[in-house]
């Protein structure tokens, strides 16, 4: 913890917390901290115990539902009259997973945590470190859980099935069968559940699971967290022009999210639209869990700082944090609250005024204020 003993460098001096600030006089506040200084244990349980007992019931509920039997009794063709193979997309030979599902998520979370403790060496704040961690895990955590659901519920087959299911259609003269399910049914009678497949339950279920891609979803969603926070305290997308290894490495993550997903593909366990799901699911989750824990997503001048559970950012001041960013170019992170906080860049929160109370933003006369006779094209922006 020696990274974080240490005020964030380019950041004022720790300011005392007002008397009537943040006290928990009322039920539900919390107890004095500031954004600046690593807090106590205890001090950082009582912020957190509510978001760790709901990551543990989460999972639990998660491991629940995935370990469930599959709910609905999807219908399958399986071949016509003549011994073709109705649907061939569902009869691929079931390979070795060429990524594992520990794998995937072991590089979409422990790959973001190491470096956003590598990034610590610049930044030095306890505070950032917990809310990119914390948010991580909110992406990573609630992804899970809707993609399980959307498993047990909803499903659909995988490439393999058929080898899974090793299909005797003989079973369904049996009459109890028959009963059972839906054998033999739809238009000539081609369509059969699952009481006629022979093979292994386990790898039943989880042939009847395909949608969406739970590799993808966690790679998704911890990945393009990473690509959101490297993009905030980079300034990738910012108010000067970067130098290219920093767009490379930005975009390093969503390479690596796109080979996880897409090598699925390669070894039929997934198809494509399964994929495509579990990217989808990923992304949403990974964005709103970066914007609960940090002041903005896409905004340059303030989506790096993380928010307090105690306090609202100060829009109208200037905010704990501003300077924590890992890149010091341009005065990122460098004076003061950092660039372009300072009223002297024409820059600050809330008005974009310079020092002399003056827009900071030269603009030129629209048209509805001209001289008559001067309305050129150039005075309408």
């Known amino acids: 913890m020696g990274l974080f003993n240490r005020t964030p460098r380019g950041a004022p001096a720790p300011a005392a917390v007002p008397a009537n600030g943040h006290t928990r006089a009322r039920r539900g506040h919390h107890e004095p901290y500031t954004m600046m200084t690593r807090p106590t244990f205890g001090q950082w349980l009582r912020v957190t115990w509510l978001d760790i007992l709901t990551m543990a019931a989460m999972g639990a509920i998660g491991l629940g539902v995935y ?14 009259s003549d011994g073709e193979v109705v649907y061939p997309q ?40 917990n809310n990119a961690i914390t948010g991580l895990l909110y992406s990573l955590i609630t992804a899970a859980v809707f993609q399980v659901f959307v ?55 989880d042939s009847l699971e395909s949608m969406p891609s739970g590799h993808t979803t966690a790679a998704f969603a911890g990945l393009v967290f990473l690509y959101l926070y490297l993009n905030a305290k980079l300034k990738v997308f910012s108010n000067y022009h970067p130098a290219m290894w920093k767009l490379v490495v930005l ?26 799901g579990g990217a989808i699911i990923g992304t949403v989750m990974a964005f709103s869990a970066y914007r609960m824990t940090y002041a903005a997503v896409w905004d340059f001048r303030y989506n790096h ?20 960013t890992f890149t010091r170019r341009v005065g990122w992170g460098v004076s003061g609250a950092g660039f372009p906080f300072t009223k002297e860049h024409g820059f600050g929160y809330g008005s974009h005024h310079g020092s002399n109370g003056a827009s900071g933003l030269a603009r030129k006369p629209v048209a509805g204020h001209a001289a008559p006779g001067t309305y050129r094209a150039e005075n309408m922006v």
């Not at 009794?73 to 071949?79: H, P």
């Not at 993380?306 to 905010?319: C, D, K, Q, T």
């Open 305 to 324: 700082i993380p928010l307090s559970r105690a306090s609202p950012l100060p829009f109208g001041g200037e905010p704990d944090l501003a300077g924590a």
């Open 251 to 276: 975009y390093m993550p969503i390479l690596g999210a796109v080979l996880i997903g897409g090598a699925l593909t390669i070894d039929e366990y997934h198809n494509w639209y399964d994929v495509l």
């Open 90 to 129: 569902f009869a691929y030979p079931m390979r070795k997973e060429i990524i594992p599902i520990w794998l995937a998520a072991f590089l979409a979370s422990v790959i973001p945590i190491f470096i956003i403790l590598c990034m610590q060496v610049r930044i030095r704040s306890f505070w950032d470190a």
């Open 67 to 80: 370990f469930a039997r599959p709910a609905p009794s999807r219908s399958f063709a399986v071949t016509f």
């Open 151 to 205: 498993k047990w519920l909803i499903g659909g087959l995988r490439p393999h099935f058929l080898t899974v299911c090793k299909p005797d259609l003989s079973l369904a003269t049996n009459q109890y069968i028959a009963d059972e399910g839906y054998n033999a049914k739809g238009f000539k009678e081609i369509y059969y559940t699952r009481e006629v497949c022979t093979g292994d339950e386990k790898e039943i279920n």
